[in-house]
């Protein structure tokens, strides 16, 4: 890094000369090993939240019907095992109506995340990361979400339970709202890490960004990520990457089956993305299926599409450092156990251009 001025172009040996990339380097790529595919466990959902994408779309994946045999989902694990998946994530609509099947998939596989609203607590014994969906304070909550008093009875239900972390989605209406937020679960100790509204293909709700809502949630994020290191798990290049006017798919190319026909290697090979009755469909298929590519910001979309530009970044020390804090952030925000180091790149770079 001493000459990194004089030097224009670099080989990757000389990017990871650099000891404390090095060692992150060899500290995440330890997890290389890590193939994802969801499932939709559950079509049911105590909220109705505006702009959900479960319930939005064409895809219909809210009228497939729930298979709850548990040997049927076995089987699925079984089988999604064999054919290399070492990650799951259990998502639906709302996964805490099927905890029998939560804990058949984690018997399977073990490594795996649920996505949950986090008022119906999951049994210990299911150890995998829970991520629990934030819209902004009670208030906002309860507009959008219809539910009452969400932050503290979510907490009540994860008090002390390190599974936890809490997704806070920005939306245009909720921006300022994430310090009262992130204040409450840092005098909890609880860690919160962040999300971007990424707008439905048939939503022209108030809640889909603007040039603007992009720019101030940019600003808010930053002051909280460099006030309370300790509780938001995040980097600047995450913050970025989430806020840039053009989305991921822009930005990074989208490697999802569902953007990218490609079978040849990596998500396009691997990813399926299971509906409640077990069917799954390439043509729909990503994290978010019903979502605008124009508009995904979403930090489930961005964990896999960032994260597989690697080489995309290994070109200078500070584009790679950038990449690795976004990398490091992931596996912290989605893998138990996993702890977060210190940002290696504290200034916000512009992603490299697509070669
Ligand atoms: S919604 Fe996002 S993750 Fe899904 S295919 Fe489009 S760009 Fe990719």
């Given at each position: ?42 079509n049911?959902c105590?909220l109705r939240c505006e702009g959900c994408y479960y319930y939005a779309g064409?895809?219909?994946k809210q009228f ?29 609509a ?106 439905p ?89 019903d ?65």
């Amino acid at each position: 890094m001493e000459n990194a001025k004089d030097i224009t172009e670099y080989k990757f040996s000389d990017i990871i000369a650099s000891p404390s990339i090095k060692e992150r380097f060899e500290k995440v790529r330890k997890y290389f090993f890590l193939r994802e595919s969801t499932y939709d466990m559950s079509n049911r959902c105590n909220l109705r939240c505006e702009g959900c994408y479960y319930y939005a779309g064409e895809t219909e994946k809210q009228f497939a019907e729930e298979n709850l045999n548990p040997a049927d989902w076995q089987q699925l694990m079984e089988a999604e095992k064999e054919r290399g998946i070492t990650f799951v994530v259990l998502a639906g609509a709302e996964p805490s109506y099927v905890p029998e099947l939560c804990k058949t998939c984690y018997d399977t596989i073990p490594l795996g995340c649920i996505a949950s609203n986090g008022l119906m607590p999951l049994a210990k014994e299911i150890d995998y990361r829970i991520h629990i969906s934030v819209w902004g304070n009670d208030k906002t909550s309860l507009e959008i979400r219809k539910a009452k008093n969400m932050l503290v009875r979510q907490m009540e239900n994860y008090q002390g339970d390190s599974r936890a972390i809490w997704v806070y989605t920005f939306t245009p209406v909720n921006i300022d709202q994430a310090r009262e937020v992130t204040e409450t679960l840092a005098a909890n100790n609880h860690q919160i890490t962040f999300n971007m509204f990424s707008a439905p293909t048939d939503y022209n709700g108030h809640l889909r960004h603007t040039p603007q809502t992009l720019a101030h949630t940019r600003a808010v994020m930053s002051e909280l990520l460099a006030e309370f290191p300790e509780t938001v798990v995040f980097s600047p290049y995450n913050i970025v990457a989430h806020t840039h006017e053009q989305g991921l798919h822009s930005l990074f190319s989208c490697s999802y089956p569902r953007m990218n026909p490609s079978t040849a290697i990596g998500l396009g090979r691997s990813f399926r993305q299971y509906r409640t009755d077990l069917q799954w469909d390439r043509a729909a298929a990503c994290c978010v299926p019903d979502t605008d590519c124009d508009d995904c910001r979403h930090y489930a979309a961005g964990s896999a599409v960032v994260t597989a530009r690697m080489y995309r970044h290994a070109t200078t020390p500070q584009h790679f450092s950038a990449w690795l804090d976004y990398v490091d952030t992931y596996l912290a925000v989605w893998v138990k156990g996993y702890d977060k180091g210190e940002n290696l790149c504290k200034e916000m770079i512009e992603p490299p251009e697509q070669s």
